[in-house]
Structures are given as structure tokens and as C-alpha cells.
């Protein structure tokens, strides 16, 4: 279980996140939506200590992440995160790029961490895409890759930052079958997306983020049926 | 009557081996500089990107000195004042300090450029997969940093090896002080410098070719 609690942030004199309070339950998927810049991606990067937070507590599991002493790379193995860039490694191989941080992280023995990334990538449908190179592969295969590559750590946690929003339209939707498909087998996610489909569709829960607050949060039908904020009503009103 | 005697003689097939040798002492000493010199140029490059101001302060300005005066007086004012400070080394020592420092100052930029190639976004990724800082600067960094700036670091490399031959200026035998002794005696400086030019297409070749290759390697 994700808890956080009076999650303040700032870059420099630029507040943030003001004030967030969200549990994140065990096999639950929840989706953050929000205009640019109202710092659902920062919230992303706070909770798996990439960005040190000013105020507040986040506790993964009941381990406080930024608590001086937290061994973070420990922790991170258990928090899994998928970028809007994908950042695949372009020196090595798909199944390379799947395989190493189980090989050096996670300490297993070279045959163990290839079984695990060749495992993970035909998880994600690349099971045919071994041996290629990243460049040789499309922005959608390369992002499926980067879901492999998380996978391979086993985290408990996934967390999505925009992760279509780089794509080309047409290689949107392979990318969030993935992320069903995750869903489905029962993974606690977090989405920071604008694709609102799958947040209708996949999501328990849908958190509206407004200018470093959670405006409105609640099952999408609430949401998206019956929108309460007017800045939510807006914001929907827009995208459609 | 006696024949007139003549301080010059022509060239030999054993001032070929006399070349051959002062050839190997040019590789000797670019070999041990530009090794040493590219370790020390890679710590000084990740302290440049890592250190920001102390070594901006520090670091940086150091490294100008030894990349802006022109070797060739570094090296006589090093080998002189050397004794002054208690060092007394051989011209060979002397050359493979000054033209180490030489080399790390000119391959601390090209790793701290290669340092700064691997994008933040791409160290996160590594970082939030659970490596370590040292971790992700040896298995993400490394690879990727080092290939974007290795035409660079070949180049660097190639220049301190015939840049050593200044080395000369201090007696030390090397492919130019060998050609000039060879000159004074065989009194044919254009077959000399040829073949000494010769010589040093022969230590350098292989090595572009090699890099080249790797290159097209790392592109497929």
C-alpha cells in the first residue's frame, strides 16, 4: 500500500504539490488526470524518491521513502516506473536491456536474469524482438520494452508517466493494451495519463489533480458522470 | 694521397633500425601518457560534471592552463624547474608528466561531454530500476557517454602521439630527435623526414582504422 500524507513541493520558490493526501490500495489502478503542470508527474517521481519532497510523508509498504536511511534502490525494485521517454538502453539488445538490471540489481546469475527478461518481453508481445536493437524498434515497441524492463524487477507498483503521451497516435493503443493487461492480472498502478478512455475503462479509482491540489477523486463513473469541481467539468469539457 | 675526412655519411640499412627504435620509444611514451593521461582525464571530466562549483573553481581553471599553453613550453619550463622542487627526472619521466597532464586536460572535456550525452531522463530510468549511482555511471553511462564521444577522444589521442614529438626539445630519442641526428649526419633531410613521417602514419593508421571500425560497429 501506497500512503501519502500532507505532500508538500517545491522547485525552488515554485510550489508544486500542495498538501496531497492519497492511499493507493494494493491491486488497485488509479489514474491521475490534470492539465500540464498541476504535478501529477511530479507526484510520480516524489513517491519513488527520484524528487526529494519539502513536506509530508510517503510510505510504500510502511517504509517512509524519504526518511534519512531508507535504502532507495532497495525500495525502488518494488516500485516499477514507466516514462513518457521510453530511455531504452540503445547499446544493448531488447532482451540485454530487460536483463540487466535483474543481472546486476537484483544479483541473479546471467542464464536466470535472460529467462526473466525473455519471460517479460513476451509478456508485453515482444517476444520476437530478442535480439534487436532498440532503434530498430517502433516508439510503441520500444515503450512495451520499457514496460518489460520494469516487469523484470517483479515491483509490487507500477507507476506510468504519460506513458502514450510521446507516441504516434497509431501506436497508442498497443501500449495501453499492456497496461489492461497489467491491470488485469491484478497490479497496483498508478497512471498519470491523458488518454481518458483508459482511465474510464481500467481505472478504480480517478484522481483530478488542479494547480498542485487533488481537486476531485473517485470511481471513474463519479468522475466522469458527475463531474463536482467546476474546473474538473472544465477540464473534461476541454479534452472532449 | 689521404682522402679528405667527412663527418657525414650517407644513410644506412641500420639507421633504418635506429628509426625503428626511436619509433618505439614515440609509441612508449604517447602510449603510457595518453593511457595515463585519458584515466586521469575521465576522473577530472566526472569531478568537472559532478563537482560544479569547487571544481569550476578549481578544477577547471588548472586544466586551461595545461590545455592553453603551448606544450612545448610547458615542457621546458617542467623539465627545468622539476630539480627546483626536488624532482630530478630523466627527459623520458619529464615529457610523460607534462604530456599526461596535457592529455587529461584535453580528455577531461570529452568525458565530461560524454557524461552530459547520457540525458537526465535516461540516468532516472536506470535510477528508478534499483541501480546505484555507480551502477548506472558504469552499465548506462559508460556505454553510452564513452561511444558518443570516442571519434573525440581518438582524435585527442592521436594528436598527443605526434605532439610527443616535442619531447625531443629535451634529448629524448624519439622519432624526431632520431630523424635530426640522422640529418646532420646523412645530409638528407627531405629522405629522413619522409620516412619519419612514414613512421608515424604507420603508429597512427591502425589506430583510426581500429576506431573506425568500431564505430561502424556500434552503428549497425
Request: aromatic share 8%.
Amino acid at each position: 500500500m501506497i500512503e501519502i500524507r500532507g505532500l508538500h513541493k517545491y522547485f525552488g520558490e515554485l510550489h508544486v504539490l500542495k498538501g496531497i493526501d492519497l492511499d493507493v490500495h494494493n491491486g488497485e489502478v488509479l489514474s491521475v488526470i490534470g492539465a500540464s503542470g498541476s504535478g501529477k508527474s511530479t507526484l510520480l517521481y516524489c513517491i519513488n524518491g527520484l524528487e526529494p519532497i519539502q513536506q509530508g510523508r510517503i510510505e510504500v509498504d510502511g517504509t517512509d521513502v524519504h526518511a534519512r536511511g531508507t535504502d532507495l534502490n532497495a525500495l525502488r525494485q518494488k516500485l516499477g516506473m514507466v516514462f513518457q521517454q521510453w530511455n531504452s538502453f540503445p547499446h544493448l539488445t531488447a532482451l540485454e536491456n530487460v536483463a540487466l538490471a535483474p543481472r546486476i540489481v537484483r544479483g541473479l546469475p546471467r542464464a536466470e536474469a535472460r529467462e526473466v527478461a525473455e519471460r517479460q518481453l513476451r509478456h508485453v508481445g515482444l517476444g520476437d524482438k530478442l535480439d534487436v536493437y532498440p532503434k530498430a524498434l517502433s516508439g510503441g515497441q520500444q515503450q512495451r520494452l520499457a514496460i518489460a524492463r520494469a516487469l523484470a524487477m517483479e515491483p509490487r507498483y507500477m507507476l506510468f508517466d504519460e506513458a502514450t503521451s510521446a507516441l504516434d497516435p497509431e501506436l497508442v493503443g498497443e501500449v495501453l493494451d499492456t497496461m489492461r493487461l497489467l491491470a488485469e492480472e491484478g497490479m497496483t498502478m498508478i497512471c498519470v495519463t491523458h488518454e481518458m478512455g483508459f482511465a474510464r475503462d481500467v481505472s478504480d479509482r480517478v484522481a483530478f489533480f488542479h494547480q498542485g491540489v487533488i481537486e476531485e477523486i473517485g470511481p471513474p463513473a463519479e468522475i466522469f458522470g458527475a463531474p463536482a469541481s467546476e474546473h474538473l467539468r472544465k477540464f473534461l469539457a476541454k479534452i472532449r | 694521397m689521404e682522402p679528405a675526412i667527412s663527418f657525414f655519411s650517407g644513410f644506412r640499412a641500420a639507421d633504418l633500425w635506429f628509426m625503428a627504435e626511436a619509433a618505439w620509444r614515440t609509441l612508449l611514451i604517447s602510449g603510457v601518457s595518453i593511457v595515463i593521461g585519458s584515466l586521469l582525464g575521465i576522473l577530472f571530466g566526472w569531478m568537472l560534471h559532478e563537482g560544479r562549483l569547487l571544481a569550476s573553481l578549481t578544477l577547471a581553471p588548472l586544466l586551461d592552463v595545461f590545455r592553453s599553453v603551448p606544450l612545448i613550453i610547458q615542457l621546458v619550463l617542467f623539465y627545468n624547474f622539476a630539480p627546483i622542487a626536488g624532482l630530478s627526472l630523466d627527459p623520458f619521466a619529464s615529457g610523460a608528466v607534462v604530456l599526461t597532464l596535457y592529455c587529461a586536460s584535453l580528455v577531461a572535456n570529452v568525458a565530461r561531454g560524454g557524461i552530459a550525452a547520457v540525458g537526465q531522463p535516461m540516468r532516472r530510468a536506470a535510477r528508478s530500476l534499483g541501480m546505484t549511482y555507480w551502477q548506472d555511471m558504469r552499465h548506462v553511462v559508460l556505454p553510452i557517454g564513452g561511444r558518443a564521444v570516442f571519434p573525440s577522444w581518438v582524435g585527442v589521442a592521436l594528436g598527443v602521439m605526434k605532439d610527443s614529438a616535442l619531447v625531443s626539445v629535451l634529448g629524448y630519442v624519439e622519432l624526431l630527435k632520431a630523424s635530426q641526428i640522422l640529418i646532420t649526419r646523412t645530409q638528407e633531410p627531405f629522405m629522413i623526414l619522409t620516412l619519419a613521417g612514414a613512421f608515424y602514419f604507420a603508429l597512427s593508421y591502425p589506430i583510426s582504422r581500429y576506431s573506425a571500425r568500431l564505430e561502424a560497429r556500434w552503428a549497425q
